[in-house]
């Protein structure tokens, strides 16, 4: 496991699961929930993505990364799909619970976004940092309201996922090849002129991803509808399903006198959560890369960056604190990409460093420049 300076990892035997965590052997395990801040890391992937923003956050912070089930070096138990995300919302709050930590700061990326929507909805939080956040209403089959396509979620889930991928995360392929997990990391998950002497640490986060039944991406079905298959009932990404997780209910959260404050950061150059992503079977069919697409009122493309923005207006309507910040030229890993701009915004959101960034108003959006 390739860890940074400072870092070390630990292994918590929870009721559930036993848990893998990063943390700084230095911190004090009695910092007070208000300092404590909880990482969850998107898929294919683990807790080695977040090294860079644990080890700069200040010495009275402490964070804690998590390794979810089926990742790095957490045990590697099925997902039950049906029950949406609540797996991995559950082992979360069973680890917490184990470090004698109650309501937290959670910070996601991606899957880890969708995990924490669905912990604070159950578990509550003191503040939501979503990075690159999955659409309330799942990753792909929906219409902009949130209303599926089909009653099957054909084109979503396990079936979604390249097999070229899934066979290199198998077989630990480190190269650089078609299909490899560091090609998907250089063409989805950065944008182009992303460099880093850390990306073979970032391919092996990636390469830590369990495949086994029942974990990353998860079984597919036939279905009749186009494009001939949909979303099984166990994984990661069948979990993701919009029959199987719908989270914007979070907008009720937001009249209680502790609803959390939400971070959105997401990379304009995003093209794996966007409104036409290159993940979504709907979008490639209109641009006639998936055959047979039966055109744009079966099958439109997911608004994931529309749906999750309407949501979030909806929870600053009811009285909650929402800013959304998009970083110009920047990918997925918004994160890796700017790890300065990211650690700010988190830091402010939890009340460290004040507010310099004002929440926005409902149509708008703190727009920064790619530069750090």
Request: glycine letters at 12%; a negative charge.
């Amino acid at each position: 496991m390739p860890l940074f300076d400072g870092i070390t990892p630990r292994i918590i035997e929870t009721s559930r699961l036993a848990v893998n965590i990063l943390e700084r052997p230095v911190d004090d395990p009695a910092t007070p929930a208000e300092r404590t801040i909880v990482l969850l890391h998107a898929a294919p992937g683990s807790s080695l993505f977040w090294q860079e923003i644990i080890e700069d956050l200040p010495g009275d912070v402490r964070p804690i990364a998590i390794d979810l089930r089926g990742f790095g070096a957490t045990e590697h138990l099925p997902v039950d799909a049906t029950r949406g995300v609540r797996d991995f919302a559950d082992d979360v709050r069973a680890t917490l619970a184990e470090l004698d930590l109650d309501v937290v700061h959670i910070v996601g990326w991606g899957l880890g976004a969708a995990v924490a929507m669905q912990y604070a909805l159950d578990h509550g939080a003191l503040s939501l940092s979503l990075l690159s956040p999955i659409s309330p209403y799942g990753f792909g089959g929906t219409r902009l309201d949130g209303s599926r396509l089909t009653a099957d979620d054909a084109g979503c889930g396990g079936g979604a996922v390249s097999r070229a991928v899934i066979e290199s995360i198998t077989a630990r392929d480190a190269g650089d090849g078609e299909g490899t997990a560091r090609s998907v990391f250089r063409q989805t998950f950065v944008s182009p002129d992303y460099e880093s002497e850390n990306e073979d640490t970032w391919v092996e986060a990636m390469l830590t991803t369990s495949t086994a039944e029942g974990n990353y991406p998860g079984d597919s079905v036939a279905s009749e509808n186009w494009p001939g298959f949909a979303a099984g009932r166990l994984g990661v990404q069948n979990a993701l399903a919009p029959s199987n997780f719908d989270v914007s209910s979070i907008v009720g959260l937001a009249a209680g006198y502790d609803a959390p404050p939400i971070l959105w950061v997401r990379g304009e150059a995003d093209v794996i959560v966007a409104d036409g992503s290159f993940a979504d079977a709907a979008h490639l069919g209109e641009i006639g890369a998936l055959p047979g697409w039966p055109g744009v009122e079966a099958a439109p493309a997911q608004q994931m960056v529309a749906q999750t923005r309407a949501v979030l207006d909806r929870y600053r309507e009811a009285g909650g604190q929402v800013t959304e910040v998009v970083i110009e030229g920047v990918g997925h890993a918004v994160h890796l990409e700017r790890p300065g701009k990211v650690r700010t915004a988190i830091l402010s959101t939890i009340g460290y460093l004040g507010t310099p960034l004002s929440p926005a108003p409902p149509t708008e959006a703190i727009i920064l420049s790619s530069w750090d």
